[in-house]
């Protein structure tokens, strides 16, 4: 996601990183990858599948970030509008494929209990909706790439819990991996520290003549 956000951004709009942003991505891209490179369950469907959704949450959180800034709307108020939005365009569509499907399977009900399901599907719903209320609580406050970095931990937390729920063997290209993601991250923040740091300076100078 930090790649495509910066790719997007520069050709959408026209911003610039300087050079230490752009070094400080590289060890997070390619961590994410090792970590997943021992993935026994690779598909070229599901990786273009992959792309192009990491493709579109970078589109979202660039301009829902555009939107936030120059409306000046609240940042739940765009999420509910996002929400009321998504499930006019997709409900049809859920309709027409798992919708039919459910309607027309007569051994759905005997295969697993129907309030089991149905608490499944408020909580997958309920943690879905606290993610994206996290999600744009934190990209009111930061930029897009910020918010991409961020996301890319939060990858490496997947995997992680992913290892321990699934009892996935561990390997050391996992290891390696998630530690040079985090050590990225570690030094993207600390970029972004500097340059608020520096900017803060120079409006004091400014301000002060």
Same mark, same amino acid.
């Given at each position: 996601?930090?790649?495509?956000?910066?790719?997007?951004?520069?050709?959408?709009?026209?911003?610039?990183?300087?050079?230490?942003?752009?070094?400080?991505?590289?060890?997070?891209?390619?961590?994410?990858?090792?970590?997943?490179?021992?993935?026994?369950?690779?598909?070229?469907?599901?990786?273009?599948?992959?792309?192009?959704?990491?493709?579109?949450?970078?589109?979202?959180?660039?301009?829902?970030?555009?939107?936030?800034?120059?409306?000046?709307?609240?940042?739940?108020?765009?999420?509910?509008?996002?929400?009321?939005?998504?499930?006019?365009?997709?409900?049809?569509?859920?309709?027409?494929?798992?919708? !039919?499907?459910?309607? =027309?399977?007569? &051994? /759905?009900?005997?295969?697993?209990?129907?309030?089991?399901? #149905? %608490?499944?599907? *408020?909580?997958?719903?309920?943690?879905?909706?606290?993610?994206?209320?996290?999600?744009?609580?934190?990209?009111?406050?930061?930029?897009?790439?910020?918010?991409?970095?961020?996301?890319?931990?939060?990858?490496?937390?997947?995997?992680?819990?992913?290892? !321990?729920?699934?009892? =996935?063997?561990? &390997? /050391?290209?996992?290891?390696?991996?998630?530690?040079?993601? #985090? %050590?990225?991250? *570690?030094?993207?923040?600390?970029?972004?520290?500097?340059?608020?740091?520096?900017?803060?300076?120079?409006?004091?100078?400014?301000?002060?003549?």
């Amino acid at each position: 996601m930090p790649l495509f956000t910066i790719l997007l951004a520069r050709i959408l709009f026209g911003e610039k990183q300087t050079s230490k942003v752009y070094l400080s991505l590289v060890p997070i891209i390619l961590g994410v990858a090792i970590a997943t490179i021992t993935e026994i369950s690779f598909d070229m469907l599901g990786l273009v599948s992959a792309l192009m959704s990491t493709c579109g949450f970078s589109l979202q959180n660039i301009y829902s970030k555009k939107v936030l800034t120059d409306t000046g709307i609240h940042h739940l108020r765009l999420l509910h509008l996002l929400g009321c939005l998504a499930l006019f365009m997709f409900l049809p569509v859920w309709v027409f494929t798992d919708g !039919l499907s459910i309607f =027309n399977d007569d &051994t /759905l009900l005997l295969r697993r209990d129907p309030g089991e399901t #149905i %608490i499944l599907l *408020l909580l997958d719903g309920g943690l879905n909706w606290l993610q994206n209320f996290v999600a744009f609580t934190i990209l009111n406050y930061v930029t897009p790439l910020t918010y991409a970095v961020a996301s890319a931990t939060k990858r490496i937390s997947v995997i992680t819990i992913s290892l !321990l729920l699934l009892r =996935n063997p561990i &390997t /050391l290209a996992n290891v390696v991996g998630m530690f040079l993601a #985090i %050590i990225g991250v *570690l030094g993207y923040n600390k970029v972004i520290f500097l340059h608020v740091i520096l900017i803060k300076n120079i409006f004091l100078m400014l301000k002060s003549k």
